[in-house]
């Protein structure tokens, strides 16, 4: 799929073991799952690989066995665009813009966002969990054509 003129990946976050019937309808039809920590239950991701492959970091809260295996922190090449992914964007230790990177996606916050520094797109894709305070339940779709990557905030969870 690497090479595909274009891609939509669902980046998803914050689940805290409760992965919602909307979340996985607005999931449907993405090409790749990332998620950005949080997972809180194996089986997330077990449902989430029913979708699509998935990508995932380790959140402060996946101390459990099972989460032992996934990483801190990854960096992934999505149709030829360089992905990192982490869980808290506090914990980036490193310049996006030296290390190449396109796209910086990150949970922790539960607080959706979308934006662009020095030519680097940073998306938060909000909480698809437990509604925490007034925060909206979201997820993000990624979309890279031509190696060019975009993102929007989907609220219709």
Same mark, same amino acid.
């Given at each position: 799929?690497?090479?595909?003129?274009?891609?939509?990946?669902?980046?998803?976050?914050?689940?805290?073991?409760?992965?919602?019937?909307?979340?996985?309808?607005?999931?449907?039809?993405?090409? @790749?799952?990332?998620? /950005?920590?949080? #997972?809180? !239950?194996?089986?997330? =991701?077990?449902?989430?690989?029913?979708?699509?492959? +998935?990508?995932?970091?380790?959140?402060?809260?996946? @101390?459990?066995?099972? /989460?032992?295996? #996934?990483? !801190?922190?990854?960096? =992934?090449?999505?149709?030829?665009?360089?992905?990192? +992914?982490?869980?808290?964007?506090?914990?980036?230790?490193?310049?996006?813009?030296?290390?190449?990177?396109?796209?910086?996606?990150?949970?922790?916050?539960?607080?959706?966002?979308?934006?662009?520094?020095?030519?680097?797109?940073?998306?938060?894709?909000?909480?698809?969990?437990?509604?925490?305070?007034?925060?909206?339940?979201?997820?993000?779709?990624?979309?890279?054509?031509?190696?060019?990557?975009?993102?929007?905030?989907?609220?219709?969870?």
């Amino acid at each position: 799929m690497a090479n595909a003129s274009s891609l939509t990946v669902g980046l998803i976050s914050d689940t805290h073991g409760l992965l919602r019937p909307q979340a996985l309808e607005a999931l449907q039809g993405v090409h @790749r799952i990332i998620h /950005a920590g949080d #997972i809180g !239950a194996e089986d997330v =991701l077990a449902a989430l690989r029913r979708v699509a492959p +998935v990508d995932a970091v380790r959140g402060n809260n996946d @101390r459990d066995p099972w /989460a032992r295996h #996934i990483p !801190a922190q990854l960096t =992934l090449d999505i149709g030829g665009v360089a992905v990192h +992914v982490l869980h808290d964007l506090k914990e980036l230790d490193l310049d996006p813009v030296r290390a190449g990177l396109r796209v910086i996606v990150a949970g922790h916050s539960h607080k959706p966002d979308v934006s662009e520094r020095d030519g680097v797109l940073y998306v938060n894709p909000g909480s698809a969990g437990p509604r925490r305070f007034r925060l909206p339940v979201t997820i993000a779709h990624l979309q890279i054509s031509s190696g060019h990557p975009t993102a929007r905030i989907c609220y219709h969870l």
